[in-house]
């Protein structure tokens, strides 16, 4: 009976992707839904690929997981991928659904699967990844994630014990997961920019798991990033497996030590986040028996998505997109990090607000006051744009982490934000948008083009 209700759940499954892909609906997970509906235990029959290996993680996920596919597709392998990181249950069961044919065949030998840390336990029990990376635990929206040590412990429990886990030897938050498991180590070794003690308001890894005694670090990046030791016992970081080092931004390189070689590699991008993820990449690919000439090779036919890196430089004014996850502490001072770093005269919209709430729910604002917002105390920031209707809440915690009133403004329409924004010459415009489907950003962002597209031909007209 079960298969027979299988079988009618995939029927109907891939009716309804045809219906929508008829109406012009891609992208959802109601054949998913629809499939899990009729037959709750879809995901214990469909047929899986033989490889599977899956990302997971608070941060990085839908760019490493693309990246290790683009990387096995150069080497010819047909992956399976939900590369839009429809991540949840009903996503998983909706791109299994897609993949099958209408007799449960499966015609994908390898899947990358971008899977949610608290979706684990439900999917974990039927498709198990031979190699699970997670890429970090951090502070999330409280809303949906609570507290990375509460994740960490969903992870614990439902990591299959077959797994090979890749992890983040920087993040002690993550580091020690199942320690049964065979691991594999990634981690960036001292930078010039590392700090010697935590400066952020967000703090998780003070005291030893093992004795409670305090922590010191040898280099802290962000938080619970870097390199620690406890002073009352032998409780430190994990060793590198694969150590990232001479990172050079100009010649657009850097190097990977492992087993005592060194290998250059191409930098994908100069910021700290990506150079991780490209890491990480190295480190799967090695694990799965690549050599490092073809890692280079692979690495070198690759990109980052544009949508999540985007720079334009137009009469004289340079505008970059920026995704900054709203609710999202940990991310959005990341990015506030990474602006800071960027010579120049700068101006924020502050477009990550979760404006999906203003229609389904309230927007709980407790995590701006765990994101480092003192950082746009920066003389170089000169005016942060606020909007929606958390926008006078975003203002008061600006001027609460000393911003001065003068440079903040707030509009109540965001699509007149534009109007605040000084496009002359020098400026650096930032647009700081969210994952929440309801957000006008996209509209923002083709008035700012425009505006630019404009000066431009002015400057041509004159010239």
């Not at 190097?255 to 100069?270: A, K, N, Q």
Request: a neutral charge.
């Amino acid at each position: 009976m079960g298969k027979v209700r299988f079988l009618f759940a995939l029927f109907m499954a891939k009716v309804a992707t045809l219906a929508l892909r008829i109406t012009r609906h891609n992208g959802t997970n109601f054949p998913g839904i629809v499939a899990l509906r009729i037959c709750p235990q879809f995901l214990h029959y469909v047929s899986k690929p033989k490889f599977i290996i899956g990302v997971t993680g608070t941060n990085g996920k839908t760019t490493t997981s693309n990246l290790i596919c683009d990387a096995l597709r150069s080497f010819g392998r047909e992956v399976l991928n939900n590369s839009a990181g429809a991540n949840i249950q009903t996503g998983i069961a909706t791109l299994l659904a897609n993949s099958v044919t209408m007799t449960n065949r499966q015609p994908y030998d390898t899947a990358v699967l971008e899977v949610d840390e608290r979706a684990s336990r439900i999917i974990f029990p039927y498709v198990q990844p031979d190699i699970l990376v997670v890429t970090n635990l951090s502070r999330d929206s409280v809303m949906r994630n609570a507290h990375p040590a509460f994740i960490a412990g969903i992870l614990e429990r439902s990591i299959p014990a077959k797994t090979k886990l890749v992890l983040n030897a920087d993040d002690l938050l993550s580091a020690f997961l199942c320690k049964d498991n065979e691991h594999t180590y990634f981690g960036i070794g001292p930078l010039p920019s590392d700090k010697k003690a935590c400066t952020n308001l967000i703090d998780d890894m003070r005291f030893c798991p093992h004795c409670h005694g305090r922590l010191v670090y040898d280099y802290n990046r962000y938080s619970n990033i870097g390199r620690a030791r406890c002073v009352s016992c032998n409780f430190h970081s994990p060793d590198y497996d694969f150590e990232g080092t001479h990172i050079d931004a100009e010649k657009g390189t850097f190097e990977v030590l492992h087993d005592g070689r060194s290998t250059v590699y191409p930098l994908l991008d100069s910021s700290l986040v990506n150079i991780y993820n490209e890491l990480t990449l190295v480190a799967v690919l090695s694990t799965l028996g690549y050599s490092e000439e073809e890692i280079q090779k692979a690495v070198s036919s690759i990109r980052i998505t544009a949508s999540r890196l985007s720079a334009v430089t137009k009469a004289g004014v340079t505008f970059r997109a920026m995704l900054a996850k709203d609710r999202n502490a940990y991310a959005v001072s990341r990015v506030f990090e990474i602006i800071c770093s960027h010579p120049g005269e700068k101006q924020i919209l502050f477009y990550s607000n979760n404006f999906d709430d203003d229609v389904k729910w309230s927007e709980n604002v407790c995590w701006l006051y765990d994101c480092d917002f003192e950082l746009l105390t920066d003389p170089s920031i000169k005016k942060v744009i606020t909007t929606g209707n958390r926008g006078m809440d975003y203002k008061l915690r600006l001027q609460m982490a000393g911003v001065p009133k003068e440079r903040i403004a707030y509009v109540e329409d965001p699509l007149t934000g534009v109007d605040e924004v000084d496009f002359s010459a020098g400026q650096n415009i930032y647009l700081l948008y969210g994952t929440d489907p309801r957000t006008p950003a996209p509209k923002v962002r083709k008035q700012i083009l425009e505006r630019l597209e404009a000066l431009e031909r002015e400057e041509e007209n004159h010239a």
